[in-house]
Structure formats: C-alpha cells, structure tokens
C-alpha cells in the first residue's frame, strides 16, 4: 500500500508542479500592472475578451429597445392622427355651419330690405319642400292663412318673382313658379311706361327659361334687356323684375317676337321669399254721359 501510494505520488507530481506554476502564474498576473494605464494586466485581458460579446449583446438589446419604442411612437402618432381627423372635421363642420349662418344672414337682410321698399305688406317665408310631381315648378312655405297668406298672392325676392299662391293651409302653402307652363304674367321689355314691347311670359318648359308672347315684331328687343311685371295680370304689382332676354327670333310687322327670358330669381335654390299682400285695384265701369236735352224745347 505504501509503495502504491508513493508510486502515484511521484506520478502525480509533474501534474501538481503543473498546477503550482499556473497559480504562480495567475497570481503573477493579477498583480501585474499596465505600465501605461496602471490597471490590471488581467481585468484588461477580461475586457479585451468580453467587449465583442458585450457589444453585439448591447446593439441586439438596443436595437430590440428601438424596436419596440418607435412601435410605441408609431401608436402615439396613429392616435394624434386621429384626434387630429377628428377635430378638423369638427371644425370644417363649424366653418360650414358659420358660412351657411352668414348666407342665411345676408338673405334674409336682402328680404327684409326689399320688403321696406315695396309698398305693399310683405309676409316672409321659408320654402320648406318642393313638389317632384310637377317636375318641381311648384314648391311649399311655412306660412298659411294664419299668417295671412292668400290664394293668388304674388311671391318673389329681391331678385325678381317666383309665382303664386295656389293652394293655401292654415300654417302652409303651395306656391306655382312662374316657370309653370300653366302660369302666365303681364309683362314689359324695357323701362315701365316707356316701352311699348307688351305681351305676357310664361312657362317654357325648357331649361328653367319663360318664354314672351305678342311683343310686336316692330319692337326693337335685344338679348340683355330686362322685363318687368306690368300688373295687367292683375297677380303681380307692376314693376316687379321678371328677368333679362337671353334669345329673340325676330318678328315682323304681322308676326311677333319670339322671345326667351330667364327669370332673375333663382328658382332652383330658393330658400326664403316674401309673399305680397297686393290686391289690384277694383275695376270702375265708366261712367255713362247723358245726353244734353232741352226741357224747355219740344219738336
């Protein structure tokens, strides 16, 4: 047993002098200082070693971390966004609203200003609907018989006349466009008791236009004049605008003027008029003159 052991002791020493040298070693290292730095040869060697793995671990740790904030960013910008919608519709519909008030607003001055100039009672309305069932040449206020309004009033605006009352509801009534062809006025080319262009306009049923009958064909008529009410229709006051002429087929001595006008209100976007309170004044029959006759005198 004690050769054995002394067998493997003397086998083994090459191995523990091994050993004692690399701890010398190690020891020797640990101590030993860069002469430039001052710092240990062995933390030097260590961080020699370890900066690759330690800078690929922080560029994959990094790029992870910018991964996942500028997803975050993504999310936050997509949430401003919007937001952002949002308010811009919201205010494009406040704009809107703010611009139809305005239109509203300056409509309505133009009303009441036309209504202070005529010299009849104005009673102001609000178109309400149309009447698809008469290719839209009839439409519908909010204002009745309650209001006053009656069957054959005029209606207009400041631009020029609209039409009629023909039917007639307690707190709504049914207005036909003069653009009807069933509607008819007394009409003038040219200044009002100057012009001598007499005739009456009425539905065309093309384009929105009026068409002008019996101006004589002796009548000088030129595209760009305008036409007014003469009140022989006994519907509208005299005065009121009807439109400018836009086309004259000429006439001749024995055949009148063909004559478009189109009319000065906008008939396809109304939204407030005036109903008229004129009623036309009564026909007088003349008077019968009685012969001179000489009581006194006998044949």
């Known amino acids: 047993m004690v050769r054995s052991t002394q067998k493997e002791i003397r086998q083994r020493a090459p191995l523990w002098?091994?050993?004692?040298?690399?701890?010398?070693?190690?020891?020797?290292?640990?101590?030993?200082?860069?002469?430039?730095?001052?710092?240990?040869?062995?933390?030097?060697?260590?961080?020699?070693?370890?900066?690759?793995?330690?800078?690929?671990?922080?560029?994959?740790?990094?790029?992870?971390?910018?991964?996942?904030?500028?997803?975050?960013?993504?999310?936050?910008?997509?949430?401003?966004?919007?937001?952002l919608r949002a308010r811009l519709a919201q205010t494009e519909n406040e704009l809107r609203e703010a611009r139809q008030a305005r239109d509203e607003n300056e409509r309505l001055k133009k009303l009441l200003d036309f209504t202070k100039d005529v010299s009849y009672q104005a009673i102001p309305a609000r178109v309400v609907a149309r009447d698809p069932s008469v290719w839209f040449n009839s439409l519908i206020i909010n204002r009745g018989s309650t209001s006053g309004v009656d069957l054959d009033m005029p209606v207009v605006t400041p631009e020029g006349i609209v039409g009629r009352v023909v039917g007639v509801g307690p707190v709504s009534a049914q207005v036909m466009l003069i653009t009807d062809e069933r509607s008819a006025a007394g009409a003038a080319v040219g200044q009002l008791g100057q012009s001598n262009a007499l005739g009456s306009v009425r539905g065309y049923g093309k384009n929105g236009l009026l068409e002008m009958r019996y101006v004589s064909g002796l009548e000088t008529v030129n595209v760009g004049d305008y036409v007014v009410t003469t009140g022989q229709d006994r519907i509208y006051p005299p005065g009121l605008n009807v439109g400018a002429v836009v086309e004259v087929i000429p006439g001749s001595a024995t055949t009148p003027h063909t004559i478009r006008v189109k009319p000065g209100a906008r008939l396809d976007s109304l939204q407030e008029v005036a109903v008229l309170n004129y009623h036309p004044p009564q026909r007088t029959a003349p008077e019968r003159t009685l012969p001179n006759v000489d009581k006194g005198k006998t044949k």
């Open 17 to 83: 002098l091994v050993v004692l040298l690399l701890a010398n070693f190690g020891l020797m290292s640990w101590q030993a200082k860069d002469a430039e730095t001052g710092q240990p040869v062995v933390k030097s060697w260590a961080q020699s070693l370890f900066t690759p793995v330690q800078t690929a671990t922080t560029g994959v740790g990094g790029a992870g971390v910018g991964f996942f904030r500028r997803l975050a960013d993504m999310r936050q910008a997509q949430a401003e966004n919007e937001t």
